[in-house]
């Protein structure tokens, strides 16, 4: 099969309506190399940068409420820095670049989506959109 690792897509498919964050960016936990008392960050695969994650809301009024916040994950060498807040939002808008998801069965045999985004930024166009492409580190 050709698709092989992480599918590339564009963050319109994986967050037609946007999305917001609702948490702050963290260091992902390498539990293989970490030890008690000692905090290893994990490294991705492929490009060996640090990964960091922050948990979005997705704005789709249709998304179960289950579902609703889903953990992004970041590939950067650096801790990423959020978009500054807007004013009048309760919660502050994002996209993502360089996107890509890898589907794995989740504990409950259910197929699930993790998303990995190179680059966070404001929107370019300012707030929320509208459609749905399901997924994102839930049960599909």
């Given at each position: ?10 963050f319109d498919m994986v967050f037609p309506h946007g999305c917001y964050l609702v948490g702050e960016v963290e260091a992902v936990k390498d539990f293989d190399a970490s030890t008690n008392g000692r905090f290893v960050q994990a490294r991705d695969k492929q490009s060996g ?92």
């Amino acid at each position: 099969m050709a698709l092989q690792g992480p599918i590339p897509v564009s963050f319109d498919m994986v967050f037609p309506h946007g999305c917001y964050l609702v948490g702050e960016v963290e260091a992902v936990k390498d539990f293989d190399a970490s030890t008690n008392g000692r905090f290893v960050q994990a490294r991705d695969k492929q490009s060996g940068e640090l990964v960091w994650q922050i948990a979005v809301m997705d704005a789709d009024p249709q998304v179960k409420p289950a579902q609703k916040t889903v953990a992004v994950k970041i590939i950067a060498p650096v801790q990423p820095v959020p978009p500054a807040p807007v004013a009048g939002l309760p919660f502050t808008p994002v996209e993502f670049d360089g996107v890509t998801v890898t589907p794995y069965v989740n504990g409950n045999g259910r197929l699930a989506y993790s998303i990995r985004v190179r680059e966070m930024r404001p929107p370019r166009t300012g707030g929320a959109k509208s459609g749905h492409a399901g997924g994102k580190e839930a049960a599909a």
